[in-house]
């Protein structure tokens, strides 16, 4: 099956710096990615969805200037966390849709995010 | 109304059980149905997809979705201990962009 890695898996950061996140489809080329948020035994919250060359879409709630996201190549979608607090800790997860393949997203393995 | 309904549990089952997991939806339009895996601490896992309605079988796991019902279900056969994860419903439709989420059902299967 489709490969989505993500990079870093973990990360502890203080208060008030920024985190990249990236993502990136191994073995196919995804126009559309996705960003997650989950908390503890909830379920995917959708933050994002990224389109290569273009800029991503927001739900409702996120904050694009909080979260940036850069799709820069068919293959890598970043996730920019910018001035974090420890509210925004939480379990970061990108997707991608693949291309021709119903409408399924393959899931990356997530990065946890600890803002002290 | 949430547009997708799935009981969060815990299920918990002795191995060996069927175990029959189950989402109910409100929107008719969704044709794509998905069933993801996620252990903990991991990003989901697709185990399959069905377009329409009808059955799908993979090795232990069939999916069955039906339309008129707006019900769909993933059923697990001779449940073993590293089923035990969180199961999560998706569906979507043709020519949408979002797919929709369940809250997930944690399975537990026991030795």
């Known amino acids: 099956g489709a490969v989505v890695s993500q990079h870093p898996s973990r990360v502890i950061c203080k208060s008030g710096t920024s985190v990249k996140i990236e993502c990136r489809s191994l073995?196919?080329?995804?126009?559309?990615m996705f960003w997650y948020r989950q908390f503890p035994k909830q379920s995917l919250m959708l933050m994002a969805t990224?389109?290569?060359?273009?800029?991503?879409?927001?739900e409702q709630g996120v904050e694009k200037d909080k979260f940036l996201i850069n799709h820069a190549s068919l293959t890598l979608s970043t996730l920019t966390v910018t001035s974090a607090h420890p509210e925004d800790s939480s379990f970061y997860i990108c997707?991608?849709?693949?291309?021709?393949?119903?409408?399924?997203?393959?899931f990356g393995p997530g990065t946890r995010l600890t803002v002290l | 109304q949430k547009e997708v309904e799935q009981d969060p549990g815990p299920l918990s089952v002795p191995e060996g059980a069927i175990v029959s997991l189950n989402c109910t939806y409100s929107n008719s339009a969704f044709q794509y149905f998905m069933w993801y895996r996620q252990y903990s601490r991991k990003g989901p896992e697709l185990l399959m997809y069905t377009y329409s309605s009808g059955n799908k079988e993979d090795g232990r796991f069939t999916a069955q979705v039906d339309k008129s019902s707006k019900y769909i279900s993933l059923f697990i056969r001779d449940s073993q201990p590293s089923d035990s994860a969180t199961y999560l419903c998706?569906?979507?439709?043709?020519?949408?962009?979002?797919?929709?989420f369940g809250a997930g059902t944690r399975l537990f299967v026991k030795a």
């Open positions: 073995d196919f080329q995804a126009t559309t």
């Open positions: 998706a569906m979507s439709y043709t020519g949408g962009f979002k797919t929709i």
């Open positions: 990224s389109n290569e060359g273009s800029k991503a879409t927001y």
């Open positions: 997707s991608a849709r693949v291309p021709g393949v119903a409408d399924t997203q393959y």
